[in-house]
């Protein structure tokens, strides 16, 4: 007798936070995301959302004209998705950086570490995103998140 296990619904599920363009929005984001991967129980990498949540977080910030970025989370059929909205025109370059450098390798840990990444124009500047697809989840028993986070503080 063959059992399959029941599918995950598709269920689209977002939120939209506004950072102040500073320090802290890294951290902020780091937060947020964490908290959205507990919450919805998405079955991808923690620490690698983390990471490239920062990376893109940091290229907008560096380039930002403006007082904020808006990060958006989104989670459907066990992808998550994270995109920086920023005001800044100019397309996102990935950089052959020295192996030394001290920055200049974010774009590319973005490319090597996610199901998907891009970037398009919008009315008030650029969306960069990536996906993490399933399979790539914590371990059964392992706890989400680092102490303190809160999965209902998205």
């Known amino acids: ?14 939120r939209f936070v506004r950072l102040t363009a500073g320090p802290a929005a890294a951290a902020e984001a780091r937060r947020r995301v964490t908290a959205a991967i507990c919450a919805w129980d998405i079955p ?7 990471l490239l949540t920062s990376e893109l977080v940091t ?14 989370i989104s989670c459907s059929r066990d992808r998550l998705r994270v995109a920086v909205l920023d005001t ?6 990935i950089v052959d950086a020295a192996a030394d450098a001290e920055s200049g390798r974010g774009l590319m840990l973005v490319a090597t570490l996610a199901a ?30 680092p102490p ?7």
């Open 148 to 154: 303190g986070v809160q999965a209902w503080g998205l």
């Open 44 to 50: 991808v990498d923690q620490d690698i959302a983390i």
């Open 88 to 93: 800044s025109r100019h397309p996102p370059v």
């Open 1 to 14: 007798m063959n059992v399959m296990a029941p599918a995950r619904p598709a269920r689209l599920r977002r």
């Open 116 to 145: 998907d990444w891009g970037w398009y124009a919008t009315s008030a500047g650029k969306t960069v995103y990536f996906v993490l697809a399933p399979g790539s989840g914590l371990a059964p028993g392992a706890e989400c998140g």
């Open 59 to 72: 290229n907008a910030i560096r380039h930002e004209r403006g007082e904020s970025v808006t990060l958006r």
